[in-house]
């Protein structure tokens, strides 16, 4: 498989610096830190043109794909990702609409995985253009599973799961004390229907097909598109940062870190020499590499755990191990997610035994 043409940013729109390709633990960056700015598109390959939008959370922005689906009767534009659904991405869209890709309707609206920031805007795209949505079957399950959950205080399950990873007796009162179900409140209205993605699939978009190629563990059915020597890998594989890998209240006693270590394996099957569309961070070149990164990254953890659970311990405990800086209250739940799924890998292969005592806390301890 051939690397696509890359189409140079623009003059004037970034300093030479930035348009220097760079280097980074063995990954290739041909843009260099270009990102577009507000409004702005910049055609990576032909006809795939990278958007990117702000967002309210640590990880302060996301890209998007906007694919050229041919002119005539059933061309159009299709979307790739959409936003968190928040009044400033919608204002984000019109702008787009109304600017570069005003010459053509949107002809199709698909979602890598669940997560808002990638479908948060799908539902107000899909009505405005009368299109369906399309993502895989699991992830749209569980995303309106998500927006209906909705209560005035955690269901029982959530607080016995925070108490077994072992917080304190103050935080799961203020966790108590909260209302549940905020999914719904970054999620424009979801479609009651959708067109189903499935792995193997070949989509035909304008002049290119794209492959539907699944990975799990950060989601548990992740759609990546791969065509032409391009990747969209959503949250499947980041250059800069590792993606959330996460047990939830939801499947409390998964092992989605065994899902993560067996789609890595899978992605090798994709051509080494793709240019990388990530939903994060600059596309780049050197996937294998930064899957091999990603798996070394992972068992070194596991090892480190292993090691420590010498002595008895909590999953909160255990962030001492895992984290390099202290956990505050705005990411303990995400960092509690990881470490249980940290912990039951090691669990499910007999590495660790699970000891429970009489208040539910779950403590474990190396074999």
Same mark, same amino acid.
């Given at each position: 498989?051939?690397?696509?043409?890359?189409?140079?940013?623009?003059?004037?729109?970034?300093?030479?610096?930035?348009?220097? &390709?760079?280097?980074?633990?063995?990954?290739?960056?041909?843009?260099?830190?270009?990102?577009?700015?507000?409004?702005?598109?910049?055609?990576?390959?032909?006809?795939?043109?990278?958007?990117?939008?702000?967002?309210?959370?640590?990880?302060?922005?996301?890209?998007?794909?906007?694919?050229?689906?041919?002119?005539? &009767?059933?061309?159009?534009?299709?979307?790739?990702?959409?936003?968190?659904?928040?009044?400033?991405?919608?204002?984000?869209?019109?702008?787009?609409?109304?600017? #570069?890709?005003?010459?053509?309707?949107?002809?199709?609206?698909?979602?890598?995985?669940?997560?808002?920031?990638?479908?948060?805007?799908?539902?107000?795209?899909?009505?405005?253009?009368?299109?369906?949505?399309?993502?895989?079957?699991?992830?749209?399950?569980?995303?309106?599973?998500?927006?209906?959950?909705?209560?005035?205080?955690?269901?029982?399950?959530?607080?016995?799961?925070?108490?077994?990873?072992?917080?304190?007796?103050?935080?799961?009162?203020?966790?108590?004390?909260?209302?549940?179900?905020?999914?719904?409140?970054?999620?424009?209205?979801? &479609?009651?229907?959708?067109?189903?993605?499935?792995?193997?699939?070949?989509?035909?978009?304008?002049?290119?097909?794209?492959?539907? @190629?699944?990975?799990?563990?950060?989601? &548990?059915?992740?759609?990546?598109?791969?065509?032409?020597?391009?990747?969209?890998?959503?949250?499947?594989?980041?250059?800069?940062?590792?993606?959330?890998?996460? @047990?939830?209240?939801?499947?409390?006693?998964?092992?989605?870190? %065994?899902?993560?270590?067996?789609?890595?394996?899978?992605?090798?099957?994709?051509?080494?020499?793709?240019?990388?569309?990530?939903?994060?961070?600059?596309?780049?070149?050197?996937?294998?590499?930064?899957?091999?990164?990603?798996?070394?990254?992972?068992?070194?953890?596991?090892?480190?755990?292993?090691?420590?659970?010498?002595? #008895?311990?909590?999953?909160?405990?255990?962030?001492? %191990?895992?984290?390099?800086?202290?956990?505050?209250?705005?990411?303990?739940?995400?960092?509690?997610?990881?470490?249980?799924?940290?912990?039951?890998?090691?669990?499910?292969?007999?590495? @660790?035994?699970?000891?429970?005592?009489?208040?539910? @806390?779950?403590?474990?301890?190396?074999?």
């Amino acid at each position: 498989m051939e690397p696509p043409p890359l189409l140079p940013i623009p003059a004037g729109q970034a300093s030479t610096e930035a348009r220097t &390709p760079d280097s980074m633990r063995g990954l290739d960056y041909p843009f260099g830190r270009w990102v577009p700015g507000p409004g702005e598109t910049h055609e990576v390959a032909p006809g795939v043109h990278w958007v990117r939008m702000g967002l309210p959370f640590g990880l302060d922005h996301i890209n998007l794909w906007v694919l050229d689906a041919g002119d005539g &009767p059933n061309g159009g534009w299709a979307i790739v990702d959409t936003g968190v659904g928040l009044p400033n991405s919608k204002a984000n869209w019109e702008a787009l609409l109304a600017g #570069p890709f005003k010459a053509k309707p949107v002809t199709r609206v698909i979602v890598t995985h669940y997560h808002p920031d990638h479908l948060g805007m799908a539902g107000w795209l899909c009505r405005k253009f009368n299109v369906p949505l399309e993502i895989t079957r699991t992830e749209y399950l569980l995303a309106r599973t998500l927006t209906l959950d909705v209560r005035d205080a955690p269901p029982d399950e959530a607080v016995a799961f925070s108490i077994r990873a072992g917080w304190s007796e103050e935080q799961v009162a203020a966790m108590k004390a909260k209302a549940w179900g905020n999914f719904g409140k970054i999620i424009s209205k979801m &479609p009651s229907g959708f067109k189903r993605l499935k792995d193997g699939d070949v989509l035909t978009i304008g002049a290119r097909q794209w492959q539907v @190629v699944v990975g799990r563990g950060h989601a &548990p059915e992740h759609a990546c598109l791969v065509s032409d020597g391009l990747m969209i890998s959503g949250d499947q594989v980041l250059p800069r940062i590792t993606s959330n890998v996460s @047990v939830y209240p939801t499947e409390p006693y998964a092992d989605p870190l %065994a899902d993560w270590l067996e789609s890595i394996e899978r992605l090798r099957a994709i051509p080494a020499d793709v240019l990388v569309l990530p939903a994060h961070n600059e596309p780049f070149f050197g996937l294998h590499t930064r899957l091999d990164q990603l798996a070394a990254d992972h068992h070194g953890k596991l090892e480190k755990l292993e090691a420590f659970c010498e002595t #008895p311990r909590t999953a909160v405990d255990c962030f001492a %191990a895992l984290f390099r800086r202290p956990i505050g209250d705005a990411d303990y739940g995400l960092a509690t997610g990881e470490t249980v799924a940290h912990l039951h890998w090691l669990e499910e292969r007999g590495r @660790v035994n699970r000891v429970t005592d009489t208040g539910g @806390v779950d403590r474990f301890v190396k074999v």
